[in-house]
């Protein structure tokens, strides 16, 4: 029965995602709520401003559709206590989502590609983890206690268990944001981690995680649906609504598998995205003008060094699926 959920969940999620953005496509192009493309980015991809951005918007609504319905089924056959912890969890991906509309709007308003400023997006996404981190541990979803995966060991860290939690939350927020630069690249990775926290759903620690079961389901049918449209050649970009949404939900489906550092071995594509600007970012300074890529983040390198989306995405995709087998002796 719950593995038939599990698949119907999916399905639907693919299927709400693919229609949705069907529609929602011209409606973008018909509000003018085009991709504005960096002057600093490659050359080729000029080609590609004015494509509708904001897609992610299909995200907010299939999520919003399905988890009522699964908020209700797992109320009244598990009980508000086992509900709880998916809820929150929705409720963080939304909230991210929210952040992302926010900023993207403020980039349409202003015309160019930059919204909200780090600091203001930090902050809000401070106060949406911190409140995810309390949300959960009223309910039981977490305690102060952390594993550390491939040691088996548990350290209980106390109030800083709550400080590394909210760096990892933010962290992994912004890095799927930033792997959200080429056609289908984060869609594409992110489906493969969903695939992960899938399987361990139902395969790790002798008992089905049903809240896990069913952020996976939804991460894996919303990242597919909108792939339809976001694989190379890109007619909808998700921008800052969909990639934040996606880095709340996947680490968001970490702490319901009570292993958030896992989300460091199965994402590392993310957080090698991460690094890849902060490394050029220090060179840079440190040198006085020199760059250690060629562009950062570091999909834009293997761009300048001849590699198509396709490949690039294939390979990342690829690597994300390796890293995911090596997450998996972590659990």
């Known amino acids: 029965m719950k593995v038939i959920l599990f698949v119907g969940c999916a399905i639907l ?15 973008l192009a018909s509000r003018k709520m085009g991709q504005k493309i960096l002057e600093i980015g490659p050359r080729w991809h000029k080609s590609k401003e004015g494509t509708p951005t904001m897609g992610g918007i299909a995200f907010l609504i299939t999520t919003l559709i399905l988890g009522i319905a699964l908020c209700v089924y797992l109320i009244v056959s598990k009980g508000i206590a086992e509900a709880a912890p998916f809820i929150m969890t929705v409720a963080l991906a939304l909230a991210s989502g929210l952040i992302g509309i926010i900023d993207d709007s403020a980039k349409l308003r202003k015309a160019q590609n930059e919204g909200l400023t780090a600091a203001q997006k930090f902050l809000l996404q401070l106060l949406i983890g911190g409140l995810y981190l309390l949300g959960m541990s009223f309910f039981g979803g977490l305690t102060t206690k952390l594993f550390i995966p491939y040691f088996g060991v548990t350290l209980d860290l106390g109030i800083f268990y709550y400080v590394v939690a909210l760096l990892l939350i933010v962290g992994i927020m912004n890095a799927v944001n930033l792997t959200d630069g080429i056609d289908g ?43 339809v449209y976001n694989f190379y050649p890109a007619r909808v970009f998700m921008g800052d609504t969909g990639s934040l949404f996606l880095g709340g939900l996947a680490v968001g489906s970490a702490f319901l ?54 490949k690039i995405v294939a390979v990342f995709s690829t690597v994300t699926a390796i890293l995911c087998v090596a997450a998996w002796f972590g659990l």
């Open 185 to 227: 690249l984060a869609s594409s990775i992110t489906a493969v981690v969903g695939i992960f926290f899938a399987l361990a759903a139902f395969l790790a620690g002798g008992s089905v995680n049903v809240p896990l079961s069913f952020t996976s389901a939804i991460m894996i049918g919303l990242c597919l649906g909108f792939l």
């Open 13 to 27: 999620a693919f299927v709400l995602t693919a229609v949705i953005s069907h529609f929602l496509i011209p409606v």
């Open 257 to 310: 598998l009570n292993n958030p550092l896992i989300i460091v071995v199965c994402g590392f594509v993310y957080i090698c995205e991460t690094a890849s600007v902060m490394l050029q970012v220090g060179y840079f300074k440190i040198t006085h003008g020199k760059r250690l890529f060629k562009m950062a983040p570091i999909h834009h390198h293997f761009e300048k060094c001849g590699w198509s989306e396709i």
